[in-house]
């Protein structure tokens, strides 16, 4: 079974703080992505990357930034946190290649920012 | 502009009664629709692919089908812990990758 984690369920940070998301992945897919969650607005893509180091902004990049130093692990980066990234935050993974789209994702980070 | 519309919004069935769930989109050039299962507070859980018009797919009391416009998800004697957000989203040959969601359905399966 695919397997996406996510380090945290809920967390509650101050704004101005820096906040890192972990994702982590164990089917050495080449794909990672981070999604935020709003009610309304569905799922819109932050960020994504195809490989180690490699990252392209996705719809709502502003605000975050990302890191992947391995291939199993994608953080997501909340320089200065702001109340308007309250939000239910979603890792997903996939396999590269003409045939194998499909993403599979994690649990769900959800970020309350006072 | 490429767009998925998913309908209706919210649907209320009684246990036992079918129905169907719509995900009308427009893009150019389609490489898979992708249904999902999304419990309240929890990722998506992924559900089916399709790749091509006339696909059909199912999983229990679940099935998905693909026209050139539309996907249906028909849900067949529903049972209170189908009760979920069910999203549709595409994926384009050029987008790397990259999904385009739908708003989803709420459904409510009542005993």
């Known amino acids: 079974d695919v397997k996406v984690t996510q380090s945290s369920r809920y967390l509650v940070k101050r704004t101005g703080e820096k906040v890192f998301l972990e994702c982590v992945q164990d089917?050495?897919?080449?794909?990672m992505f981070w999604y935020r969650q709003d009610p309304g607005l569905g799922l819109r893509l932050i960020y994504f990357?195809?490989?180690?180091?490699?990252?392209e902004k996705g719809d709502i990049p502003e605000g975050y930034s990302v890191s992947r130093e391995k291939k199993e692990r994608f953080s997501l980066i909340l320089e200065s946190a702001s109340t308007n990234q309250t939000s239910m935050y979603l890792c997903?993974?996939?396999?590269?290649?003409?045939?194998?789209?499909?993403?599979?994702f994690g649990p769900g980070t959800r970020l309350t920012v006072l | 502009e490429d767009q998925v519309t998913q309908s209706p919004e919210a649907l209320r069935l009684q246990e036992g009664e079918s129905s169907s769930l719509n995900c009308s989109y427009t893009?150019?050039?389609?490489?898979?629709l992708f249904w999902y299962r999304q419990d309240p507070g929890k990722g998506p859980e992924f559900l089916f692919t399709?790749?091509?018009a006339g696909e059909e797919k199912e999983k229990e009391r679940l099935k998905a089908t693909l026209t050139k416009k539309e996907s249906f998800l028909h849900i067949t004697a529903p049972k209170p812990e189908d009760s979920a957000t069910y999203l549709c989203?595409?994926?384009?040959?050029?987008?790397?990758?990259?999904?385009?969601f739908g708003q989803g359905t709420t459904l409510q399966v009542k005993p």
């Open positions: 997903a993974s996939s396999l590269a290649g003409a045939t194998r789209g499909t993403q599979y």
């Open positions: 089917m050495d897919h080449e794909n």
């Open positions: 990357s195809y490989d180690v180091k490699m990252k």
């Open positions: 893009v150019s050039g389609l490489r898979g």
């Open positions: 399709l790749y091509s």
């Open positions: 989203a595409v994926q384009k040959w050029s987008n790397t990758g990259k999904l385009i």
